[in-house]
């Protein structure tokens, strides 16, 4: 016969489970609760493609086109109707700005075959601006003065801007939201806890899909400084670009800071130059590779001007948007006198069907 266990015993034990329980539940609590410095700071949002988070397919393999989402007071607007394809273009005679074309000094192809431009535009027209900026360990001493240069980059933009600040390691958290109040995105920037890894795609994807569904201005932009690879993130590269395109996405521009970093090997420096260069060609901006901290500046300035020289083409599509697949585009320009000039978009979109309505508005939660 086996002896009773003491009272005691099974006292204690409880008292145990119980205090076990409390801890694992006050455990959950803090892992839960966002690192904030402030009440507005928050974590992005995993952003929605698949549950195993890779490109939305078709039936036919191909990546799925996407609504766009936007923004109409304090509700979300599914847009199915894209029908118009709209390009940022950057023009260059050289390395200088030319910035006296009309439309009939541009030609637009898609796969190949010629397009009509029905609408072009060039002025300065107001933009929305994604300010990623890497908080990984090896940024620490590099921020004053990069934090400095996205704060001029901003002043010397169109005063009807709007931006909003992210801060990524091995997570892209959100420390300012949209302004146009250059104090505000200066304490986004100021918030800093240098540490962990590089997720660099998940960051550019969430704050591409943040773009989409929050952004007041049709014209978007991400601004990515680095200085090292992707190493924490759930996406790949081709994922990336793909969701950006599917987006009809922002215009990406890169600053990589890879000069003096003893932790990277030569090939792994090559790999993220090589990463930041699709990222922007890819989109139609530019990669940036200054020699020193002291030339960030000086690239801030480009990219301001780069941004508010651009010319906005549409056109609409001579295939039909229910044709699935990747639509390669390919902008020429000629001007008198200069020959041909070098153009710099969006390679290419995935078509968006076109729907009879508009899908209902789906409230903001």
């Known amino acids: 016969m086996l002896a009773p266990v003491p009272m005691r015993l099974w006292t204690l034990a409880v008292i145990s489970l119980l205090f076990a329980g409390t801890t694992l539940s006050l455990a959950a609590q803090q892992s839960s609760a966002p690192q904030a410095q402030t009440p507005a700071q928050a974590q992005i949002p995993a952003p929605a493609l698949t549950v195993d988070r890779d490109p939305v397919r078709s039936p036919d393999g191909e990546p799925a086109a996407l609504p766009v989402v936007r923004k109409v007071g304090d509700s979300y607007v599914l847009h199915k109707d894209v029908e118009e394809v709209e390009l940022n273009c950057s023009v260059l005679d050289g390395n200088r700005m030319v910035p006296d074309l009309n439309k009939e000094n541009f030609q637009v192809s898609e796969d190949g075959v010629k397009q009509k431009i029905i609408s072009f535009q060039h002025s300065d027209l107001p933009v929305s601006i994604a300010l990623v900026v890497d908080s990984s360990g090896s940024m620490g001493r590099k921020r004053p003065s990069v934090n400095k240069s996205a704060l001029d980059l901003i002043a010397a933009s169109n005063p009807q801007d709007e931006a909003f600040v992210v801060n990524f390691s091995d997570a892209a958290i959100i420390d300012q939201e949209f302004t146009s109040d250059v104090n505000k995105l200066r304490q986004g920037l100021s918030f800093l806890e240098a540490r962990g890894g590089t997720a660099l795609y998940d960051a550019v994807v969430a704050s591409a899909d943040k773009l989409a569904t929050d952004a007041k201005r049709p014209k978007q932009v991400i601004i990515l400084i680095t200085d090292g690879d992707d190493n924490a993130s759930d996406y790949n590269l081709e994922q990336t670009i ?55 500046d000086q690239i801030a300035a480009e990219v301001a001007r780069d941004i508010r020289s651009q010319y906005t083409i549409g056109y609409h599509s001579t295939r039909p948007t229910t044709v699935p697949g990747f639509r390669r585009v390919e902008v020429t320009a000629e001007g008198k006198g200069r020959g041909k000039l070098i153009v710099r978009t969006r390679t290419g979109y995935y078509p968006v069907p076109r729907v009879a309505k508009q899908a209902d508005a789906v409230k903001k939660k």
């Open 242 to 296: 793909t969701r950006v395109q599917q987006l009809s996405g922002p215009v990406i521009y890169t600053i990589g800071l890879l000069f003096g970093d003893e932790d990277m090997s030569r090939s792994e420096v090559k790999h993220a130059r090589q990463v930041l260069e699709r990222l922007s060609t890819e989109t139609g901006g530019m990669a940036f590779f200054p020699r020193n901290i002291e030339q960030i």
